[in-house]
């Protein structure tokens, strides 16, 4: 019996299951013999036993998630390609900088079929190349890389449409290559169910907010930060939420600094957590004061279960947002921007409960796990195998 096989190669194990499982699961169910390439798969043995418990193969090579060594890069490039020559999969997906890069490319060098690319974000690589019209030096670099994987590719997927003109400004994505926009990576709304809000001694919901995102700058953490200091000021009784880690990231914050924060009682830190529901059953608005998205998945977990939104008006953060409807967009930077917003839900408690029933509404029309695997199943082109 012959068997179709996919391969999707990704730069962190943990967040296959969380981003992609949904997607694996229904292509697998079509028929498909799901592969998996990821570094460092014995720091990961919950998750490696459970992908593996789903008949899935895992397959490990060298990865640096950051850094910028051409050696470790060809590493595993050549790594990669190995694999990809003993399972030779009929199409394979690629996501985050690496697996985009040098998966593509060894799927190019392997021959492997069809080649699809996941665009989920662009990361600091790309930090205000749209507003100077400047790259430095390494910029550029990355960028050239991009174009050369994003050539070998049977087609892209963006998250958001800014992602895709962008690309195209910079001349990495050309005419030739066929792309399309997708609505994130979705939620399962079974999983994210609405729960009520938080109330205070008096039965009223209480202001509460929450941001959840690795703890780098360019997702707005010190905006946040800042524009709950302004707040407590005014309403002490406002709780401020975060849930996050610090990365291995050029943009990161300091430890010393989220230790600052925390000692100073502003925002009460939950640190990584698995299954973020608890914490958004907490809080009462959902903020990501993020400088760009691709389309952010704790958002939309947000919205699935109910709660309002505050994000920026920025590439792949200002789709989750109908202004007014379910929440409120304001700029990048903006400190105060921000808290005008947050004060607006805390003075109109009402406006919590209707823009959370919308947001709800916006996640089960647009942003359903099913819906967005679907289109993406649909424009790669697979179909249900004979097993017989």
Same mark, same amino acid.
């Given at each position: 019996m012959f068997t179709m096989k996919l391969l999707i190669c990704a730069n962190y194990l943990p967040h296959v299951l969380n981003f992609r499982g949904k997607l694996l699961e229904a292509i697998a169910e079509l028929g498909y013999e799901v592969h998996i390439v990821a570094p460092d798969l014995k720091s990961h043995t919950k998750d490696y036993d459970t992908l593996s418990d789903l008949g899935y193969v895992l397959h490990e090579v060298p990865m640096q998630r950051t850094g910028t060594n051409p050696i470790a890069d060809m590493k595993m490039l050549m790594a990669t390609y190995r694999v990809l020559r003993q399972v030779q999969p009929d199409c394979m997906l690629?996501?985050?900088?690496?697996?985009?890069?040098?998966? +593509? &490319?060894?799927?190019?060098? $392997?021959?492997? @079929?069809?080649?699809? /690319?996941?665009? *989920? %974000?662009?990361?600091?690589?790309?930090?205000?190349?749209?507003?100077?019209?400047?790259?430095?030096?390494?910029?550029?670099?990355?960028?050239?890389?991009y174009r050369q994987a994003?050539?070998?590719?049977?087609?892209?997927?963006?998250?958001?449409?800014?992602?895709?003109?962008?690309?195209? +400004? &910079?001349?990495?994505?050309? $005419?030739?290559? @066929?792309?399309?926009? /997708?609505?994130? *990576? %979705?939620v399962d709304v079974a999983d994210f169910s609405v729960l009520p809000f938080p109330q205070d001694d008096a039965g009223e919901i209480k202001p509460s907010f929450l941001l959840i995102a690795r703890l780098l700058k360019d997702k707005g953490i010190v905006e946040y930060?800042?524009?709950?200091?302004?707040?407590?000021?005014?309403?002490?009784?406002?709780?401020?939420?975060?849930?996050?880690?610090?990365?291995?990231?050029?943009?990161?914050?300091?430890?010393?600094?989220l230790d600052d924060w925390i000692a100073s009682g502003i925002v009460n830190y939950w640190g990584k957590l698995d299954d973020v529901r608890p914490a958004i059953a907490k809080s009462s608005i959902?903020?990501?004061?993020?400088?760009?998205?691709?389309?952010?998945?704790?958002?939309?977990?947000?919205?699935?279960?109910?709660r309002?939104?505050?994000?920026?008006?920025?590439?792949?953060?200002?789709?989750?947002?109908?202004?007014?409807?379910?929440?409120?967009?304001?700029?990048?930077?903006?400190?105060?921007?921000?808290?005008?917003?947050?004060?607006?839900?805390?003075?109109?408690?009402?406006?919590?409960?209707?823009?959370?029933?919308?947001?709800?509404?916006?996640?089960?029309?647009?942003?359903?796990?099913?819906?967005?695997?679907?289109?993406?199943?649909?424009?790669?082109?697979?179909?249900?195998?004979n097993l017989i």
């Open positions: 690629s996501y985050t900088i690496k697996p985009i890069i040098y998966g +593509t &490319l060894a799927a190019w060098l $392997a021959k492997v @079929p069809k080649r699809f /690319v996941l665009l *989920s %974000g662009l990361g600091y690589t790309f930090q205000e190349v749209e507003e100077t019209n400047q790259r430095s030096g390494f910029q550029k670099v990355v960028h050239g890389l994003v050539s070998k590719a049977t087609k892209v997927f963006f998250q958001n449409p800014d992602d895709k003109r962008l690309f195209e +400004t &910079l001349n990495i994505l050309s $005419a030739a290559t @066929p792309a399309v926009i /997708v609505n994130g *990576s %979705g930060i800042e524009a709950a200091k302004i707040i407590k000021d005014q309403y002490p009784a406002t709780e401020f939420h975060l849930v996050g880690y610090l990365d291995e990231n050029p943009a990161a914050i300091d430890q010393a600094l959902y903020v990501l004061p993020s400088y760009r998205e691709g389309t952010s998945r704790s958002v939309l977990e947000a919205m699935a279960m109910g309002p939104i505050i994000t920026t008006d920025a590439p792949g953060c200002r789709e989750t947002v109908i202004e007014g409807v379910n929440g409120y967009l304001v700029p990048v930077k903006s400190v105060g921007e921000l808290a005008e917003a947050m004060e607006k839900l805390i003075v109109n408690p009402d406006l919590i409960i209707t823009m959370g029933q919308a947001s709800r509404a916006l996640i089960e029309d647009k942003f359903d796990v099913r819906k967005v695997n679907q289109f993406m199943i649909v424009e790669m082109g697979l179909t249900k195998q």
